[in-house]
């Protein structure tokens, strides 16, 4: 597990969370930062602790309502949600545990 946080490149940092599969991200106040968290041979980019709040509670809910969603919602412009575009090897038991721990750890040291 590897954790770290880079100040904000609008250059190579994206919001993962936001519409379409990846937003660039723009400078607001000047301290922005990308915030980083490695495990299970998987990076995870957060634009936010928020973000890695999210993450947590989504990897710590055991099961999740069908997966079975519009890939493109025409009204809302969206494509899909964060968690589907992650790689199916993130997601088993085995490493989800080690994932969960690592995103309370990040949450931990972040704050």
């Known amino acids: ?10 250059d190579r940092h ?7 599969s990846a937003t660039p991200r723009k400078r607001v106040h000047g301290r922005e930062q990308a915030y980083f968290v490695q495990v299970a041979g998987f990076t995870f980019e ?6 890695l709040g999210v993450a947590l ?5 055991p099961i999740h309502p069908s997966s079975r969603e519009p890939v493109f919602e025409h009204e ?8 589907s ?3 199916a090897f993130i997601k088993k038991s085995s490493k989800r545990e080690r ?6 750890r990040a949450l931990e040291a972040f704050r």
């Open 76 to 83: 809302k412009g969206e494509w899909q949600p964060w968690h």
């Open 1 to 10: 597990m590897k954790l770290w946080k880079e100040p904000l490149d609008p």
């Open 57 to 61: 509670e989504w990897f710590a809910t």
């Open 14 to 20: 994206v919001d993962h969370f936001g519409v379409g």
């Open 46 to 51: 957060l634009a936010s602790i928020d973000q």
């Open 85 to 87: 575009r992650l790689p």
């Open 99 to 104: 994932v969960i721990e690592a995103l309370r």
